[in-house]
């Protein structure tokens, strides 16, 4: 089974930019498409990037998406973070077609 | 605007069954896959549950497989979720997500609690 592989937590001052991965266990990086959700406090998932790298309407362009092939990860890049940001994320892709997550990662604007 | 509401959710003794529902307006019901994700307490995503565009193609996450049973109604543009002996572990919170067809971002319902009690 495909695992997908985020770091617990990363911080950030506001006004810097921050990334957060997520590692494929096994396959290729771009085999499957890549989402990555947002999670607020108390709130429900939305996605903020699809398809590795595209913004859904309403999305700030202050998100990214990114794929590296070399290391098997796929990258969320939020620049000029804001305090609203802080959230949990989470990235999400397939396994012979069955939804895949990573464990999520807390993002704290200190 | 895509609009998914879950109805259905509450509290279960072990053992129990419960039935989710999630209803739908805005788009093509029966053009997308549909998804269950749950969220136990304080824990991450778990995928649960998916039906194709068609109601043939279904697939479940390992730890509801032979429990829980998920079927669409194309008419009412409504997914269920059909839940069988349930244990104190599958409390969580449910969300419906619309699968987003190429080019499109998925969707993501506000959620459906359901407790399992001993």
């Known amino acids: 089974n495909v695992l997908l592989t985020q770091p617990p937590s990363v911080s950030v001052s506001p006004g810097q930019t921050v990334t957060i991965s997520c590692t494929r266990s096994?396959?290729?990086?771009?085999?499957?498409?890549v989402q990555w959700y947002q999670q607020r406090p108390g709130g429900s998932p939305t996605t903020v990037i699809y398809?590795?790298?595209?913004?859904p309407s309403g999305v700030p362009d202050r998100f990214s998406g990114s794929v590296d092939t070399s290391s098997a990860s796929a990258s969320l890049t939020i620049f000029e973070v804001k305090t609203e940001d802080e959230a949990d994320y989470y990235c999400q892709s397939y396994d012979n077609g069955n939804w895949v997550f990573g464990g999520g990662t807390k993002l704290a604007v200190l | 605007q895509v609009q998914l509401v879950e109805s259905g959710g509450g509290v279960v003794q072990a053992g129990g069954s419960l039935r989710l529902s999630c209803k739908t307006s805005?788009?093509?019901?029966?053009?997308?896959?549909m998804v269950w994700v749950r969220q136990a307490p304080g824990k991450g995503l778990e995928w649960v549950a998916f039906i194709g565009s068609d109601g043939t193609d279904k697939n479940y996450g390992d730890s509801v497989k032979g429990r829980f049973s998920i079927t669409r109604d194309d008419p009412e543009n409504t997914v269920h979720l059909q839940m069988k002996s349930l244990r104190i572990e599958d409390t969580a919170i449910y969300y419906c997500?619309?699968?987003?067809?190429?080019?499109?971002?998925?969707?993501w319902g506000q959620g459906i609690l359901v407790t399992v009690s001993s």
């Open positions: 096994s396959g290729a990086i771009d085999s499957n498409y």
């Open positions: 805005g788009f093509n019901f029966d053009s997308y896959g």
């Open positions: 997500v619309r699968e987003g067809q190429i080019g499109e971002p998925p969707d």
């Open positions: 398809e590795y790298d595209r913004r």
